[in-house]
T-cell receptor, first 111, second 116 residues
Framework: GEDVEQSLFLSVREGDSSVINCTYT??????LYWYKQEPGAGLQLLTY?????DMKQDQRLTVLLNKKDKHLSLRIADTQTGDSAIYFC???????????FGSGTRLSIRP | GAVVSQHPSWVICKSGTSVKIECRSL??????MFWYRQFPKQSLMLMAT?????????EQGVEKDKFLINHASLTLSTLTVTSAHPEDSSFYIC????????????FGQGTRLTVV
């Protein structure tokens, strides 16, 4: 079945880069997403990548996809205190399919 | 980007009563809407997939008679928690997808339900 796994916590120093990793099991995944959730709030789509891409960059965010290893990562450059949140990796097969979420990685920023 | 509105944002109800949560896509038509449940410090668990004009498809372990889903139009889906109990207290989030292919899913801001 489908499964998406992430580490639960990550702590980085302000100004450093954060790298959040994710692995998934469904090789038919077509869309892979990164969502951000701040306390008590809904989900904000940060970025997504199609399975036929290896990398996508959007300002401070870089997504890397290793389809062979089913590994997805999100790199946040110059991490700021406002980046503190829970980051969810998610995947889906098609636009009509359900989205499967990872457990979420809680990113904390230290001065 | 597209907007999905959930109402109410939070609700407190007495045990045994029913609560209805609305999910609206404000500027697009959503053939499919999804309902998720999130416990504190946990991930989102899909409860059901709702297709306009047909019965919802529930995930394993989700009681369809307990969580009634209605998707009467292309812009509105409702989740009714019937005979709520304290263990139903949770954060409920809906998601809607536009009809077009290759589009992202948009999430509502969530509804925090507290049953006392």
């Amino acid at each position: 079945g489908e499964d998406v796994e992430q580490s639960l916590f990550l702590s980085v120093r302000e100004g450093d880069s954060s790298v959040i990793n994710c692995t998934y099991t469904d090789s038919s995944s077509t869309y892979l997403y990164w969502y951000k959730q701040e306390p008590g709030a809904g989900l904000q789509l940060l970025t997504y990548i199609f399975s036929n891409m290896d990398m996508k960059q959007d300002q401070r965010l870089t997504v890397l996809l290793n389809k062979k290893d089913k590994h997805l990562s999100l790199r946040i450059a110059d991490t700021q205190t406002g980046d503190s949140a829970i980051y969810f990796c998610a995947e889906t097969y098609s636009s009509a399919s359900k989205i499967i979420f990872g457990s979420g990685t809680r990113l904390s920023i230290r001065p | 980007g597209a907007v999905v509105s959930q109402h109410p944002s939070w609700v407190i109800c007495k045990s045994g009563t029913s609560v209805k949560i609305e999910c609206r896509s404000l500027d697009f038509q959503a053939t499919t809407m999804f309902w998720y449940r999130q416990f504190p410090k946990q991930s989102l668990m899909l409860m059901a997939t709702s297709n306009e004009g047909s019965k919802a498809t529930y995930e394993q372990g989700v009681e369809k008679d307990k969580f009634l889903i209605n998707h009467a139009s292309l812009t509105l889906s409702t989740l009714t928690v019937t005979s709520a109990h304290p263990e139903d207290s949770s954060f409920y989030i809906c998601s809607a997808r536009p009809r077009e292919e290759n589009t992202e899913a948009f999430f509502g801001q969530g509804t925090r339900l507290t049953v006392v």
